[in-house]
């Protein structure tokens, strides 16, 4: 995310009396916001933003339905409930002040030496008061953020649909919400040792996105794929989703939740400059979304002959990750490209996940992991401040980090709990065999 | 009194109902089915993998009607389902011993 600017004037004017018709008359171009004002609109940017982001988990829980078998609907549901909220209070607990240390490291730049939960400002806090007057509320930061890292963990649910117990998947979400996410993100946008060697990553396409997606692939690796899924000449065996409506619906509330993503990550909303910022990343965001829905229709329809819905879907998402490392500097035509790009990555990396037999259900690996790394190095195209091989060092250490740390975790679950469910529970479904519950009781067959 | 049992290609259910109907059919009897027979199915892809589609959706439209009419029937179904293509589908004729309408007790061709 950006540095913010400190752009405030002392004794600023402001134009209030005359507010109204007589509005155009009074505003003196070249007078700046009060503080007052600077700190609501920032404030009022990070609730916005926030809100928005906190859809993408409705926009996660769709897609996923949608893309897995009507079996396994109300698991699936159940996870995504499960995770935001566990997300919501493991961030609240450790994982806010490990993500912001606020110069207080335990390891310098490493490791944050703030451990506790977060504490916002006293109810109706007085300017004099709040935590950063000069700024936003402590509150609307605090929430912000947290939607960032309950997104991370959505991301890993997805691919390891199907077949993975619920308390080991859960007790995952945890440490990845709680410890793996926060520390590598403190890094960067806690000012770490990713922010002092120059690493550029706006909204995270790598903060977030590939820490979800690498998380998501050691999880695959050692969970295995789904029964069936690869038959004995190692040929792919499609499992189509159950609701191709929901994966749509899903997939354009997270488009709509990315406008808060990206435009909310400017972290700032107080002068022209950060306001026309703030448009600029709306109006980029989307264009990259639909170059990659384009991008991946045209792609699947020359290699399949045939438009793939799903690869379509895909290919918005991967426009998406692709734009949110640097969705401020490219012009409308660049951050189309860049988004189109993503899609055509998506459209090959499907296929070729398959082929290495990984079993991604609904293709989160390639959206998040592979599309968050080219996001991240696409920033050097349309930045002059970026590095290439700053990006690709940024993108290694979390990289490594985040597949080493999330590996032992999933291998201990393995050992002490086991990952996944009996052969007979994932045949018949985990709905009914691990909830007693069906999401469809009065369909006859999924 | 005779059982067609006729499975056609599913859009060209509407054109059958109407061309039976105009002929002097009152009733019938329609499932969606699957099934293959020498079109044995075709290939899809979805996310860039080919998969077979072994059982192809077919209308599975089924006639009790006086025996003299059974031919003329036959003969309508085939024109109207017939595209020419592979897979318009087949039709099976066969004797039936008794009808009895539920609501009266009426019997055979009073019941059809």
């Known amino acids: 995310m950006n540095t913010l600017t400190k752009l405030v004037l002392p004794g600023a004017l402001i134009a209030v009396p005359a507010m109204g018709i007589a509005q155009e008359d009074t505003v003196t171009s070249g007078i700046n916001a009060s503080t007052d004002t600077v700190f609501i609109l920032n404030s009022l940017l990070f609730l916005i933003g926030g809100f928005l982001v906190f859809w993408m988990a409705a926009g996660f829980a769709m897609l996923e339905a949608g893309l897995v078998r009507s079996k396994n609907v109300t698991m699936q549901l159940m996870k995504n409930v499960a995770l935001f909220s566990l997300a919501a209070i493991f961030y609240y607990l450790i994982g806010y002040n490990l993500m912001y240390p606020g110069g207080s490291w335990s390891f310098d730049g490493i490791l944050s030496g703030v451990w506790g939960p977060g504490v916002l400002e006293a109810v109706g806090v007085a300017a004099a008061d709040a935590d950063d007057y000069s700024y936003a509320s402590t509150g609307s930061d605090f929430f912000f953020q947290l939607m960032f890292c309950a997104t991370t963990a959505s991301i890993v649910s997805g691919t390891l649909a199907e077949r993975i117990k619920l308390w080991p998947f859960l007790i995952f979400v945890i440490v990845l919400t709680g410890l793996i996410y926060p520390v590598q993100a403190s890094w960067k946008w806690g000012e770490g040792f990713l922010d002092q060697a120059g690493f550029l990553d706006f909204a995270g396409s790598t903060v977030v996105h590939s820490v979800g997606g690498w998380a998501a692939l050691t999880g695959a690796l050692i969970l295995g794929p789904r029964i069936g899924k690869y038959n004995k000449e190692g040929k792919t065996v499609p499992i189509p989703g159950s609701n191709l409506t929901l994966a749509t619906l899903g997939t354009f509330i997270l488009w709509l939740g990315w406008f808060g993503f990206n435009g909310g990550s400017q972290l700032a909303m107080g002068t022209v400059g950060n306001v026309a910022d703030v448009s600029r990343i709306f109006a980029n965001t989307n264009t990259a979304a639909a170059g990659g829905a384009i991008a991946a229709m045209i792609v699947s329809q020359i290699m399949f002959k045939k438009p793939d819905l799903t690869m379509t879907l895909n290919g918005a998402l991967a426009g998406l990750v692709s734009i949110t490392a640097e969705p401020l500097t490219p012009s409308l035509g660049a951050a189309t490209l860049i988004g189109m790009a993503g899609g055509v990555i998506v459209v090959f990396a499907i296929p070729f996940m398959d082929k290495l037999k990984i079993d991604d259900v609904v293709g989160a690996i390639p959206v998040h992991l592979i599309c968050g790394i080219w996001g991240t190095i696409a920033v050097v195209f349309t930045n002059s401040e970026a590095s290439l091989g700053t990006q690709l060092y940024a993108i290694l250490v979390v990289g490594v980090f985040t597949a080493v740390v999330s590996g032992i975790v999933w291998l201990i679950l393995k050992a002490v709990m086991g990952l996944r469910v009996d052969e007979e529970t994932e045949i018949n479904g985990l709905d009914m065999a691990e909830l007693g519950m069906e999401a469809y009781p009065e369909f006859t067959n999924g | ?112």
């Open chain 2, 1 to 112: 009194m005779k059982l067609i049992i006729a499975i056609i290609k599913p859009f060209k259910l509407e054109e059958v109902r109407e061309a039976l109907t105009d002929i002097g059919v009152r009733g019938m009897m329609v499932t969606e089915v699957k099934g293959f027979g020498s079109q044995s199915g075709h290939t899809e892809i979805y996310r860039g993998a080919e998969y077979a589609v072994n059982f192809v959706p077919k209308v599975k439209i089924e006639l009790v009607i006086p025996a003299a009419m059974a031919d003329h029937a036959v003969q309508t179904i085939t024109k109207t389902a017939q595209t020419g293509k592979i897979g318009d589908g087949k039709i099976f004729v066969l004797d039936v011993q008794q009808a009895i309408r539920v609501r009266t007790g009426e019997t055979d061709a009073d019941a059809i």
